[in-house]
Every structure is written in C-alpha cells, then in structure tokens.
C-alpha cells in the first residue's frame, strides 16, 4: 500500500487543522492506520491509531480530547482532526498502515509508511 499525506501548515496557536492521507489500493479496509509525528530533536512518537474498521482508536496522552482520528473506506483515507493545537504539536507528521491489529500498531513500527507533512504551532 502506498500513503500520501498532506494538508500540514502553519496555525497559531489553538487553532485547527484536519490532515488526511490517502492510501492506494483495493485493501485499504483491511488496514490499521495510524498517525505519528517527530519533532525536532526527539523521536518518532505514536499520536492516533484506528482499526480497519473505526471500532477501535487509540490516543497518546498528549493529544486526548484535542485530535480525532477516522477514516472512510470507500475513499481510502484516513483523517486526523486536530484542534487546540500547541506550539508543542509542532512535527512532521506521518501516516502509516500496517494489516495487523491495532495493538500490534500501538506497540511496534508499522510495516507501511507515507511521507511526512509538516505541521508548525506558532505561539
């Protein structure tokens, strides 16, 4: 499966953003997706995953009650809704999938990867 994300940018702080990442493929469905971030100088964390089907997300801390993951199959993306933004959510922000089980996405690196999209918080 191959990934493309888009729709970073610059947002003042506590404002919003929506990214997407459109995937190719018939198996889209058949995916866990996931969204990660790196920010300058730190490692590449977990931010939202969902399972194939939307009936399972998980949220890192750090973002709960401010981001929303979902995805529509039919259009073969997934979508992460992110408000309150921090100057601290600043990071290139990734989209990956991987056809295992979202705790399987939860603990270890997934197997596909899009390119990043930037996202900058300014204070």
């Known amino acids: 499966v191959q990934l493309q994300a888009f729709g970073g940018g610059l947002v003042q702080a506590g404002g919003s953003l929506r990214l997407s990442c459109a995937a190719s493929?018939?198996?889209?469905?058949?995916?866990?997706m996931g969204w990660f971030r790196q920010a300058p100088g730190k490692e590449r964390e977990l931010v939202a995953a969902?399972?194939?089907?939307?009936?399972?997300?998980y949220y890192a801390d750090s973002v709960k009650g401010r981001f929303t993951i979902s995805r529509d199959n039919a259009k073969n993306t997934v979508y992460l809704q992110m408000n309150s933004l921090k100057p601290e959510d600043t990071a290139v922000y990734y989209c990956a999938a991987d056809p295992r089980g979202i705790v399987v996405v939860t603990t270890t690196r997934p197997l596909y990867w899009g390119q990043g999209t930037l996202v900058t918080v300014s204070s």
């Open positions: 493929g018939r198996t889209f469905s058949r995916y866990t």
């Open positions: 969902i399972s194939w089907n939307g009936g399972s997300t």
